[in-house]
């Protein structure tokens, strides 16, 4: 009798803790929801964070840091590397980022990884998020933001 009653709880406890939700204020959901007014990409966005280097984001970018510059109305994009300039076409959507893989570039020599880390990241691209009251910009792959840039 022990036995069954010892396994109804715990059976009882876990179908509790598996149909527990997080609940989210306004501020928590604007941080994490995918999309938004492709009109507010527009501006200057200088990178902050970027996930899936070996090398820490200080010494990727010791000199200069990465910044993307949106013209949504044209569907365009420019900015700097790092170390080089670049632009290019966009696609974008409420929900929906799109780099173009056909970016004019300059050419100039750049020493470690970080124009390559960027470059690569941007490609893989596909929505973005805009929180903190449109002060923060995040470039996401599939549910994994991997780029964070303040507006300058």
Known sequence: M???IFISACIALFSVSCNSTKSSTTEEMATTE????????????????????????EN??????????????DSRVSGN???????GNITVS??????DDAMAMTKMFCQGDGESSFMDGL???????ISDEGK????????IAIMRFHKK
Do not use: Q
Not at 60 to 71: A, G, I, Q, R
Not at 94 to 99: D, T, V
Not at 123 to 129: A, E, L, R, V
């Open 2 to 4: 022990k036995k069954i």
């Open 34 to 57: 995918k999309g938004g007014n492709p009109s507010a990409l527009e501006g200057i966005w200088e990178l902050d964070y970027l996930s899936g280097t070996k090398v820490a984001f």
């Open 60 to 73: 990727l970018y010791v000199d200069k840091k990465p910044f993307l510059s949106f013209n949504t109305k």
């Open 81 to 87: 590397s790092s170390c080089n300039s670049f632009t």
């Open 94 to 99: 409420k929900n929906y980022l799109r780099f």
């Open 123 to 129: 490609k893989k691209i596909n929505s973005y998020s």
């Open 136 to 143: 923060t910009l995040n470039l996401i792959i599939g549910d």
